[in-house]
């Protein structure tokens, strides 16, 4: 592991974050709002500011040409003020003198199109240009601020995301693949090149994907899309090296997007020392109610917990009222700023910060929900809410630091999300991987379980059940890992789609689920997908011991399996394999295995994980919590926080609609 990200974040202080993205440097001609905002800090009960996020053309405003009068003044200000500030790098935006002298630092498209100046997060991460100037201002910020009173962390950048077309970065890409592959050979026959003759006979040949080019080679979508996470990686630590020489003892994050598809962010978590992410769930929206909204919420939550095995983390932003990017922008009803905010804190959130603190007055986030609103003062209902949010969060101090501990996990993993996006064949409109994770993991949330997201990757030893839906693309040593957790005693549940391809999403021979089929005990010899309209029906065996009984819904795919040496628990109701196994069970080990070979319905999944969280022994939470009520541990390994969050737009058990409280008692035993 990194040595990195061994540090120990938060010790010297003892707290949790409360605060937002402060952007003076769009009021610096208004001291009068400077003073107000001083005025304002301690009435919302904030204690932290990030600073200087898209500040560059104020911070050089000419090539060459810094200006750090202004942020000088603030830091002291905020230190004097006993405020604490995570200070960014600014290149999440770049200024238009710098597009206009090095052109080359403007990406280009997929249609190999350069972009004009303007947006954000639209560097190109290859350009030696926009590296040297990056350097230069993170230099000169490391210098200057780096043994600040005030600073508690970097917040390296800003979101990054998206990828660049353009010469450089071809080049860039062709040097990734022969590090990767050593020999054209070796690609040309991980790529399936002979496919309509697109062998490549000299590695110049080699483009990245394009909607006029090449876009059918699944190996090669796929070492792009690793490729655009590794030099997006590669920028990143180019930038913060001058923060990691100068100024060490400061540590380092950078704001992820949750499961944003264009980045694989266990290949960042080594490299920072705490996990940070942006939270935007809309609320009471047309499309799914609270409850899912909350248990999709707590699945990104517990993904950024687990990123970094369990550290707390840093919900970086997230907003006090609306947002200004949905369809619609609904602000939240009474209560839902606090449940959210204190929902991040439950899942291992050592903060809840906002974007922003004060709403500007032009541009596209001018109606972009903020503390302070354009009104000025804090008489407003969502000043109001923060406030109460400050009071609670003074009130939790104890909980900074403390973990969430987790006896049951659900894979979902960035690598096999793109060959499941990418594949042709089947039907691709159902395809929802993302979804399949969420609905083991929901299973176990709605019953206060608590829930860890590993990759792949990660060893699984130290948990009990595992659910590791949809792995369709298996990288070598993963059914080891996943054989080694059954052995050793855990239960796993794998569903159809799994074990088809290898890491270069070439299929594997000898009958799926691949290198998982001994571990199964089953064979899956064909998938029939079913139009939208369609559907069979999964009927339990009578009398199972897992206790399911009637008829479920299957929709979307139905998987033929044969049963090698596993127990069949329910068959398929309907069409010509009617009485064919959709669910089985294999003993491998001192563990046990479950296979479900169809996309059953929710009340499925609902009702075996159900019966397999009683099955190996894990204990909610709390128990007999009423529908939509969800309990929550934080401990610090002699007590516990327990936090019971009401997702119901109504009273349940004891809580108001929206409500949420917590209670301090003794660590359970083994709990
Ligand atoms: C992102 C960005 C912020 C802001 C918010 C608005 O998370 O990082 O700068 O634009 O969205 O919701
Ligand atoms: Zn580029």
Request: glycine content about 8%; some cysteine; proline content about 6%.
């Amino acid at each position: 592991m990194d040595p990195e990200s061994e540090r120990v974040w938060n010790e010297p202080m003892k707290t949790l974050l409360h605060g937002a993205d402060y952007n003076p440097d769009q009021w610096l001609d208004r001291p009068d709002i400077l003073d107000e905002d001083f005025r304002l800090f301690p009435l919302a009960g904030v204690n932290t500011v990030s600073v200087g996020i898209f500040a560059w053309t104020r911070l050089e405003p000419e090539d060459g040409v810094y200006d750090f009068v202004w942020l000088d003044a603030l830091l002291n200000r905020l230190a004097e003020s006993g405020m604490q500030v995570i200070l960014a790098t600014p290149t999440g935006a770049k200024p238009a003198w710098m597009s206009q002298k090095y052109p080359e630092i403007l990406r280009c498209g997929p249609s190999r199109v350069r972009d004009l100046h303007g947006a954000r997060h639209n560097h190109c991460p290859t350009s030696p240009e926009f590296r040297r100037k990056a350097v230069g201002l993170n230099t000169r910020l490391a210098e200057r601020y780096g043994k600040h009173p005030a600073v508690i962390l970097w917040h390296v950048s800003n979101e990054y995301g998206g990828e660049c077309h353009c010469p450089l970065c071809q080049e860039a890409f062709r040097s990734w693949l022969k590090k990767r592959y050593q020999t054209l050979e070796a690609l040309n026959k991980a790529w399936w090149t002979d496919f309509w003759s697109h062998r490549f006979t000299d590695w110049s040949q080699i483009e990245s994907p394009a909607p006029h080019g090449e876009s059918f080679i699944h190996g090669h979508n796929l070492d792009w899309r690793r490729f655009v996470d590794a030099q997006s990686l590669d920028f990143f630590l180019t930038e913060s090296a001058p923060l990691r020489k100068i100024s060490p003892q400061v540590p380092l994050t950078v704001n992820m997007m949750g499961t944003y598809p264009g980045l694989n962010y266990w290949s960042w978590a080594p490299h920072v020392d705490l996990i940070s992410w942006d939270n935007y769930p809309p609320w009471h929206n047309a499309q799914r109610d609270d409850i899912a909204e909350g248990a999709w919420t707590a699945f990104v939550h517990d993904l950024n917990r687990s990123l970094k095995h369990g550290q707390p983390w840093l919900l970086m932003e997230s907003t006090p009222s609306q947002v200004n990017w949905q369809a619609v922008n609904r602000l939240k009803k009474p209560g839902m700023h606090r449940l959210s905010s204190l929902q991040a804190v439950a899942h291992g959130s050592d903060s809840v910060l906002y974007f922003q603190w004060r709403k500007g007055r032009g541009a596209f986030e001018k109606f972009h929900g903020a503390v302070v609103d354009h009104v000025g003062h804090e008489h407003t209902r969502t000043f109001q809410e923060v406030a109460e949010v400050g009071r609670d969060l003074r009130a939790l101090t104890s909980v900074a630091g403390t973990r969430v501990p987790a006896a049951a996990a659900v894979v979902y993993d960035w690598e096999n999300r793109w060959a499941i996006d990418d594949f042709a064949g089947y039907s691709r409109s159902d395809r929802d991987y993302q979804g399949a994770c969420a609905e083991f993991h929901r299973a176990l949330w709605s019953r206060s379980v608590a829930c860890d997201i590993p990759n792949q990757d990660q060893d699984l030893l130290g948990y009990q059940l595992v659910a590791a839906p949809w792995l369709y693309l298996l990288k070598p040593g993963t059914a080891d890992r996943l054989r080694a957790f059954v052995e050793k005693g855990g239960t796993l549940v794998l569903t159809f789609f799994s074990g088809w391809v290898n890491e270069s999403d070439l299929v594997f021979e000898g009958g799926f689920p691949g290198p998982l089929r001994s571990l199964a005990g089953v064979w899956s010899e064909e998938l029939d997908p079913l139009w939208k309209g369609q559907s069979n029906k999964a009927l339990p065996v009578p009398g199972n011991d897992l206790g399911l009984t009637g008829e479920y819904q299957i929709a979307t795919f139905c998987e033929l399996i044969h049963e090698e040496g596993s127990e069949v628990l329910a068959t398929y109701g309907e069409d010509w394999y009617a009485g064919r196994p959709v669910l089985t069970r294999h003993s491998v080990g001192q563990g046990e295995v479950y296979y479900i070979a169809a996309k059953v319905d929710s009340r499925f999944v609902d009702d075996l994980m159900g019966s397999l969280i009683r099955r190996v022994g894990l204990a909610p939470a709390v128990e007999g919590l009423p529908a939509g009520v969800v309990a929550q541990v934080r401990t610090d390994g002699t007590t516990d926080t327990v936090f019971t969050m009401n997702f119901n737009n109504r009273p349940a058990g004891d809580l108001p609609s929206y409500g949420v409280k917590w209670e301090k008692r003794p660590k359970k035993a083994g709990g």
